[in-house]
């Protein structure tokens, strides 16, 4: 009985440590972004510059028509 104890105890230290070890391991840390935004504003202001053309091409057209 008292070697099983003993066992026991052993296989909690053993057990601890491992999981310990396991926690304590650090990663790398995230990799920075790639963009800064400054090309997604771009782009957003791209697709507003061809919207406001577009729009501006339409109203311009039914302007025409109208005369």
């Given at each position: 009985m008292e070697a099983?104890?003993?066992m026991m105890v052993m296989l909690a230290?053993?057990?601890g440590m491992a999981f310990s070890a396991v926690q304590s391991t650090?990663?790398?840390p995230a990799p920075s972004p790639t963009?800064?935004?400054t090309s997604i504003d771009q782009?957003?202001?791209?697709?507003?510059?061809?919207l406001?053309?577009?729009?501006?091409y339409l109203?311009?057209?039914a302007?025409?028509?109208n005369y």
């Open positions: 099983k104890r003993v230290l053993i057990m650090s990663f790398a963009s800064d935004g782009g957003i202001a791209y697709a507003l510059m061809l406001a053309l577009v729009l501006t109203i311009h057209a302007d025409i028509l």
